[in-house]
């Protein structure tokens, strides 16, 4: 188990509901390594003291134990947990050898509206400097 | 955002959220804005106990629809009709803000003489909506100081969505509604960072702060950044992605030279030396955060492309329908384990700072794809978020005074924000437009890409309910939400359901030409006869199977909202009594 590092523990840290666009503002409830509860900022332009149920429910989602926890790579037809550097290696090592076999028009990229700024920025970069193409989309219109 | 883009030459929200408060007159269109954007429903509310007048267009009666002061039920995927017939209303009361047609905005004749030789009693055959009912609306909305339009995927998941999102915004320009405070057409972003997805270049056309692949000055500022040269032709879109092949248009052949976002740049396009065959597939895939073995329409196409994928990698934060289809699976960090940037729908570029460590070994999608990066000898040394932010600060014009440390202790910064002095930009095209004049763009009704038949007679709408969220691959893991929502529920007309004899609870089966998913009954009054009603967060009922890939010519938007389907009975012919 990580440990949050010593000047990363804080009681509220205060961050943006990851559900719909209104884009709330809000405090995580924090002991330890856990998040322990949610109170909406009650002077952030959006949010205005007020969440909804969704926003209220994220401490359960966040802990929850279905959460991925390690890197899995298909083996014999099932995904199996291996190593970080198994993993990447693996992924690299494909996307290199398709892209070099069927060019780089032959791979494709996925980003998210759920993921931050900086990731999609990061991952657009990825498709169009390292991969070499522009195939790379998200689900706006979804 | 297509539509806005072309009128304004800016696809985002004019407006700010909490200025809707302030508007005389809201009309909503296509939203369900109480379930899917509850603070600006709660604004709109706010707005309404101050007096301001409610208009709201879409088939079935929301809850927002509800408490409007009029409610247009048009039928399904006829919004351009509609707004046209409103428009013609306004002209002919003489409702139209000549000063500002003349100073701001261009084409407009072209608007006039089609609207003159428009026929009302042929809107009402289109739309349903009687001609009084139009009047009335015109009439609210034409005489106000101040009106604000919202509207969500409803208007713009249309094989015509384009031109619905270009109506509307005529009908701000004819009544001089978008200049100012508290009047705009502000599109509501179903995802929190859809906007910041747009913005960062996360598109086949465009590079960070919408700057086009095909513009060689813009290639060029990037290849000085990166050492490389982003390619000159625009990639493939989600659904060529996903579906292995360019989406059915709604209106006849795909043509690239007709999408704005794949426009060739000038003598290059289809000469372009390296330019790939559009026929050759995609093989390899790299998904993060999505899930489009439940999102996007057409399900089973969707699986089947997949099979046929050599190699198919997924990072997310749980082992989604899509994830455990991958070859190889990262474990993402959430949104509590890491910092960095959402922009909301009203363009507020906001902190999320990591408040806990992640699970097991889970590591952040930065952290992800710069070690993949590295691997393929590429690297990317970037000491955390803020430093890639300054990066983006640098390429991107619109967020080149956006930096963690101005975000920090605040409530974010509006874009266009262009340098480290610039206060942000509450709402847009004061002064001038984007694109400099705003540009009146005529648009005819265009029926949906499928119609119901003798075997499919009923029309399915898709959308979201309040205690769920897109595919549910987060709010399903919590029990409460579950408990609250935990059944895929169809909303059936009573009389539709009494026709087939289909009580309420009961099992039922809807089938469209691509599929079929069970779901139990809701009768609702919510719902008009000849529709039916269902949402898209259900693994267990992927109503997706069952939707078209017939996509907007412009903006490849699928129309998600209308397909022709059967309902029966799940028990077949057996369970009927005869
Ligand atoms: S709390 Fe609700 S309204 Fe606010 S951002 Fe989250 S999902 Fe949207």
Redesign the pocket.
């Known amino acids: 188990m990580n440990a949050v590092p010593r000047d990363r523990v804080r009681e509220n840290v205060f961050t943006?509901?990851?559900?719909?666009?209104?884009?709330?503002g809000?405090y995580l409830r924090c002991e330890g390594d856990q998040v322990v509860g949610v109170l909406p900022s009650r002077h952030h332009p959006?949010?205005r003291g007020n969440?909804?149920?969704?926003?209220?429910q994220l401490p359960e989602v966040i802990q929850h134990p279905a959460r991925l926890t390690s890197p899995l790579r298909r083996k014999n037809g099932r995904l199996e947990p291996v190593s970080w550097d198994e993993a990447l290696a693996y992924c690299a090592a494909e996307l290199g050898r398709i892209g070099a076999e069927h060019g780089p028009e032959a791979l494709g990229v996925l980003a998210s509206a759920k993921c931050t700024c900086e990731e999609n920025y990061l991952l657009q970069k990825f498709a169009r400097a390292v991969l070499k193409t522009n195939n790379i989309d998200h689900c706006a219109r979804l | 955002m297509a539509g806005l883009a072309t009128t304004f030459g800016s696809g985002a929200m004019t407006n700010s959220i909490n200025e809707i408060e302030a508007a005389e007159v809201i009309l909503v269109s296509g939203s369900n804005t109480t379930e899917a954007?509850?603070?600006v429903a709660r604004r709109i509310y706010a707005a309404k106990d101050r007096g301001a007048k409610l208009i709201v267009i879409d088939p079935r009666r929301t809850a927002i629809a509800r408490l409007a002061d009029l409610h247009l039920a048009l039928k399904p995927g006829s919004d351009i009709p509609l707004i046209n017939g409103l428009m013609k209303v306004i002209l002919d009361e003489n409702l139209a803000d000549d000063l500002f047609i003349e100073l701001r905005t261009e084409n407009f004749f072209a608007l006039r003489d089609y609207l003159y030789r428009l026929d009302l009693a042929e809107v009402y055959r289109q739309t349903g909506v009687a001609p009084e009912e139009l009047r009335r609306a015109a009439l609210l909305y034409g005489r106000a100081g101040k009106a604000v339009i919202c509207y969500c995927l409803g208007v713009t998941q249309h094989v015509c969505g384009t031109a619905n999102v270009e109506v509307l915004a005529n009908l701000a320009m004819l009544t001089g509604n978008v200049e100012k405070e508290d009047a705009g057409v502000d599109p509501l972003r179903g995802q929190?960072n859809v906007q910041g997805a747009c913005d960062m270049g996360a598109l086949p056309g465009m590079l960070p702060g919408y700057q086009p692949v095909t513009d060689p000055e813009a290639r060029q500022r990037f290849a000085a950044a990166w050492g490389v040269e982003p390619p000159a032709w625009p990639g493939r879109t989600l659904l060529a992605m996903t579906h292995g092949r360019e989406p059915d248009s709604g209106d006849g052949p795909v043509s690239k030279s007709d999408s704005p976002a794949a426009k060739p740049g000038g003598a290059g396009g289809a000469d372009q030396p390296g330019q790939p065959d559009p026929a050759s597939g995609i093989r390899a895939l790299l998904i993060m955060g999505e899930n489009p073995l439940l999102s996007d329409p057409d399900l089973n196409g969707v699986a089947e492309n997949f099979r046929r994928l050599d190699f198919l990698a997924v990072s997310d934060i749980f082992l989604t329908e899509t994830a455990a289809q991958a070859d190889v699976v990262f474990p993402a960090a959430c949104f509590a384990e890491k910092d960095g940037c959402f922009t909301n729908t009203e363009r507020r570029v906001q902190l999320i700072s990591r408040a806990v460590a992640p699970p097991g070994q889970a590591k952040s999608d930065l952290e992800i794809i710069a070690a993949l990066s590295q691997q393929l000898g590429y690297p990317m040394d970037y000491q955390s978020a803020a430093e890639v932010m300054e990066e983006i600060a640098l390429l991107t014009p619109i967020y080149g005074g956006i930096y963690h440390d101005r975000l920090a202790g605040g409530w974010g910064l509006q874009w266009p924000c262009w340098d480290r002095q610039h206060p942000g930009t509450p709402y847009l095209h004061k002064y001038y437009f984007t694109r400099g004049r705003g540009r009146f763009a005529v648009a005819e009704h265009q029926p949906p890409a499928e119609s119901t038949d003798a075997d499919y007679p009923l029309l399915l709408n898709t959308g979201r309910v309040y205690h769920h969220?897109h595919t549910g691959s987060m709010t399903r893991h919590s029990a409460i939400l579950n408990r609250e929502c935990r059944h895929p529920l169809l909303q059936i007309n009573p009389a539709d359901a009494r026709a087939r004899q289909i009580a309420g609870g009961e099992a039922v089966r809807l089938i469209s030409r691509r599929g079929e998913v069970e779901f139990k009954a809701e009768l609702s009054q919510q719902v008009p006869p000849g529709m039916v009603y269902g949402n898209f967060h259900f693994a267990e009922a992927p109503i997706n199977q069952l939707t078209t890939t017939a996509s907007d010519r412009r903006a490849r938007c699928p129309e998600y909202k209308i397909c022709a389907v059967r309902l029966e009975k799940a028990g077949g012919d057996e369970g009927r009594r005869p």
Not at chain 1, 16 to 24: A, F, K, L, Q, R
Not at chain 1, 51 to 56: E, I, S
């Open positions: 943006i509901c990851p559900y719909c666009g209104c884009g709330c809000l959006v949010s969440l909804c149920v969704k926003g209220w | 954007h509850p603070q929190n969220y």
